[in-house]
């Protein structure tokens, strides 16, 4: 399989009021096309600042990221925006739904800030991802009237509206219970089968996940992979 992510000596270094703060320090690792990777660590070593580079959401202090040979960390803007658009699919723990569109109107949301899918086609690839979920017969639903686990399908179903071949995936089961999480699992599992590149983050010591690889980080650095 061909390298599909490539990060160089990645350093984050935040200035506070009194001291400066290091979240990611020089942090090195590659990532090939389709694998399935787990980053794990306790609360605060790093793993959400390591996400925020790897989306183009946080630029580094110093370092590199590449993604399929594109240097995400030098985009900026109306750039990084569409690259972000057209190539990745983010997964929230606490799925950032909009609360006054229905599930339809959700996945159909990145579709309308991109070029990836025709105009006339949004509605219906919105429904069949939605089928793919499981979900469809939620669709004119509004998101207070659905369950977490519900929810969490919908937040995956809008990750994948642009058919993206990169997934990040922070904490998703976090808010669920063993019945959901088992549910999701399944999902990423079949998304990894498909041939997506997933980067999984989570707490959980024991998963059902078909990873293939696991990223374990200690205070900004990572100490196995």
């Not at 490539?6 to 009194?18: H, I, M, P, Q, R």
Request: with cysteine; net charge neutral.
């Amino acid at each position: 399989m061909s390298t599909f992510i490539e990060v160089k000596n990645l350093t984050k270094t935040f200035n506070g009021s009194d001291k400066r703060f290091t979240a990611l320090n020089g942090v090195s690792f590659s990532i090939k096309k389709g694998e399935l990777v787990l980053i794990t660590g306790k609360s605060g070593c790093g793993k959400s600042t390591l996400l925020n580079m790897l989306s183009g959401i946080d630029q580094p202090t110093e370092g590199e990221v590449m993604i399929e040979q594109v240097p995400i960390h030098k985009f900026k803007g109306s750039q990084l925006a569409e690259w972000r658009g057209r190539n990745l699919g983010i997964v929230f723990q606490f799925f950032q739904l909009m609360p006054t569109l229905t599930v339809l109107e959700n996945v159909m949301l990145p579709m309308e800030f991109t070029n990836c899918i025709a105009q006339g086609q949004q509605k219906s690839r919105a429904i069949e991802l939605l089928e793919h979920m499981n979900i469809d017969a939620l669709a004119n639903n509004f998101p207070a009237t659905i369950s977490g686990g519900e929810k969490q399908r919908v937040a995956i179903a809008r990750a994948l509206a642009n058919n993206p071949n990169f997934i990040i995936a922070d904490e998703p089961t976090g808010n669920l219970d063993s019945a959901n999480t088992a549910s999701i699992h399944q999902l990423f599992n079949s998304l990894s089968d498909e041939g997506k590149t997933i980067v999984y983050v989570t707490h959980e010591k024991d998963t059902a996940l078909r990873y293939s690889r696991k990223i374990e980080m200690v205070d900004g650095k990572i100490i196995n992979q």
